[in-house]
T-cell receptor, first 112, second 115 residues
């Protein structure tokens, strides 16, 4: 079983502040995805990272994949209320028939 | 260019009845995953299927739950003799199953309420 641990579990910040969410594992992943889920909806894919050390930017969101491909972080700059949601990381390995393993998620609340 | 389609969106069943949840993957995707989500919790893996094959059902309860992904038609998650503890959101995801990435795309889920 590949365990993905996300931290913190809950995060509440004021609009305009920055935040970072972490996703850690003792396992190596071929790729790692970040999703955002809003209440009553399914998770929506934000980004996929596949190369150790890779950094991807999506507007105010910056995603980083660790050099050893065991961990990842999501940084949001100048958070807005629209960033509120449950952020999930998921890792997959080709050696495991492409099965995805999910973290428990970080609930982010951005107050106006 | 439809995404992953799940139906119904909401399902109410009385204790002891059967629940059937359907999932049509994205076009070209041959891998389907089912996940369960309880309120305020993350996604818990249930089963991973490829066309006509169950690859990993390690997250499925041993009794009352079954899943299939036939050659034709949607994937079905079936819960027999439902109990209150089965109330949850059930999400289906699909992936192409090829290439470097294993990224999956989710449906909007089926919210099962057992009364």
């Amino acid at each position: 079983t590949q365990l993905l641990e996300q931290s913190p579990q809950f995060l509440s910040i004021q609009e305009g502040e920055n935040l970072t969410v972490y996703c850690n594992s003792s396992s190596v992943f071929s790729s790692l995805q970040w999703y955002r889920q809003e209440p009553g909806e399914g998770p929506v894919l934000l980004v996929t990272v596949v190369t150790g050390g890779e950094v991807k930017k999506l507007k105010r969101l910056t995603f980083q994949f660790g050099d050893a491909r065991k961990d990842s972080s999501l940084h949001i700059t100048a958070a807005q209320p629209g960033d509120t949601g449950l952020y999930l990381c998921a890792g997959g390995t080709r050696s495991n028939d492409y099965k995805l393993s999910f973290g428990a998620g970080t609930t982010v609340t951005v107050r106006a | 260019n439809a995404g992953v389609m799940q139906n119904p969106r909401h399902l109410v069943r009385r204790r002891g009845q059967e629940a059937r949840l359907r999932c049509s993957p994205m076009k070209g995707h041959s891998h389907v995953y089912w996940y369960r989500q309880l309120p305020e919790e993350g996604l818990k893996f249930m089963v991973y299927l490829q066309k006509e094959n169950i690859i990993d059902e390690s997250g499925m309860p041993k009794e009352r739950f079954s899943a299939e992904f036939p050659k034709e038609g949607p994937s079905i998650l079936r819960i027999q003799q439902v109990v209150r503890g089965d109330s949850a959101a059930y999400f289906c995801a699909s992936s192409p199953g090829q290439g470097e990435e294993t990224e999956a795309f989710f449906g909007q889920g089926t919210r099962l309420t057992v009364v």
